[in-house]
């Protein structure tokens, strides 16, 4: 980040106008409530390529073939004018019941100089890196004519350039798995490559899962892409509610998501639709989605399945509900059971044998969708079981704040309730001054589950939205700034924000969604400008709220401060197209320490970033001297400023 320093000093014209500038005004002489320390986290479900295709570090696409019943999409034949190579689906030898599929290559001519075989292209791409190992795994069985060799490399699209390369034998008529460690050299980093697994002979051999991954988040098996999760850590997140969104519920009370069928090997996962038009391989599962909360010290925030399906399908409370209600408490005790339990000691068999820490369950997402309002009686049924079981959680109702009051849970109390904002810039703008102000402060706790500022004229599930860069500009930013603002104001009763969606993956056919906070391609990503407008705000909080007052401005913002050091921070969000020349004040300290420092991101409003241009519009940090407890501030055009000030009681 650039550093730079802007003087405060007061000319006689300047001083004439502080008296007629808007004013921003801060009562620094007591809190007016506590900042929630779980304030600003991450929503993630399988969406835009989330997970497959994203931050789960495998690079084989339809690894296990499972994703065409028809075709082997992403793969194809690999041969030249001396050999001959084909393949086909096959459902007949397939390596277990949960890997239903296998490839059958078979090859009728090849030889040392004339190898043929099968190609992946991975998802839009294989990264291929500099100096780097690749691990592989694959599961193949052969006719008894063959035993091996088989070659599996990384190389460039039009076959020419080999990145990486290694060689397994030893196949029988069984199953078998083989793991090779495939290394670079000094190559120029690129995503035109392909996964390539060739014979030198004559042959037939059944592929049952083809796996490769780079080197992951901490260094973890079936783990996570580690440019990816270096973004999530840089924005400090406190928690990661999961696995959705529509994810959890999915299109069908099949296809929701059933936590038993993600653990354990990868082999002994099939996998299954997710309403976003594509196959999840559930590599990322329910331990997996724990360790990712671990690694980057966040609660996990467990959305459980409650018997509403996204297609309208609900299942009944009572006695019809119940199995799901039982999937649920063994969830629960998969994530917190001592290893004594069942489910405690399933996940250390899996590897993780201490529990994790758990204290919110969102029962559901978004019930204000079902028509047939079944959603109070099956909250009530999975409030009481859990509550019974497990007096310590805390559970989420999904019918939040944004919701009309009388289609609210009334049965039970929920401790929290989870609303949804996805808002134009302009209703935000409009909407935040008085955001959670009319609330009853002895009512549930609020939990801002999902919510981003959209800057066109359609919501995001406009499908004209498809035809937009697929993350926000600085205007949708400012928007995220101001409702940032408002629900720092309100976090006595707003616990806990997340954005959503969090990921894209830009490829063409890769998003279902827009906007989205962060975007890559198979080697590279990019924060938006909403990734550090919401990166500027979680970094810069502390732990308690300072009332404000602001006159004469459409500039909205928000100070808090942090009772160990005195530091205060203090945001401010201006959504005008001019600088506009604060007046600020800082009542109720003795003094200001001279020097502070600002935090900018501004620029024109439709500015934004993308993976050619990544840093386009980045928070600046300067230095600002010769603050005093009154002095003016001018607020760059279409800004988010953070200001810390050093003060004295
Ligand atoms: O974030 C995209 C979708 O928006 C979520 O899956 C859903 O909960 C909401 O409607």
Redesign the pocket.
Known sequence: MKRQTTLLIYTAAALTAIAASPAFTVDASHPAGKISPKLYGL?T?E?NHSYDGGIYAELIQNRAFLDNAKNAVHWSVVNDNDSAAMIALDPTNSFNDKLTMSLRLTLGRAAKKHPAGVANSGYWGIPVLPKTQYRAAIIARADSNFSGPVTVSVVSEDGRIVFATGKFSGLTTEWKEFKLTLKTGRVTPTAKAHFVITLDRPGTVWLGLVSLFPPTWNDRPNGLRKDLMQMLVDLNPKFLRFP????VEGDTVETRFEWKKTIGPIEERHGHPC?WGYCSTDGLGLLEFLEWCEDMKAEPVLAVYAGYSLKGAHVNSGADLEPFVQEALEEIEYVIGDTSTTRGARRARDGHPSPFKLRYVEIG??DWFDKSKSYDARFTQFHDAIKAKYPQLKTISTIGDDQPEAARVHSRKPDMIDG?Y?RSVDTFLHMSPDYAKKYDRSGPEIFVG?WAAYETSFP??DGRSRNEPPTPNLKAAIGDGVFMAAMERNSDLIKMQCY??LFVNVNPGGRQ?RPDMIGYDAISAYGSPSYYAFQMFSRNVGDEILSTTSVETSVQGSATRDSQTGEIFLKLVNPQATAQMMNIEITGVTSLDSKGSAITLSGNADQTNSLDHPRNVMPVTTTVRHMKRQFIYTLPPNSIVVLKLKARS
Do not use: D, L, Q, S
Not at 244 to 247: K, Q, V
């Open positions: 929503m479900e969406i959705g969104g529509n994810y309403p997402n978004e949804h996805y999902e995001p599930w959503a969606p969604w």
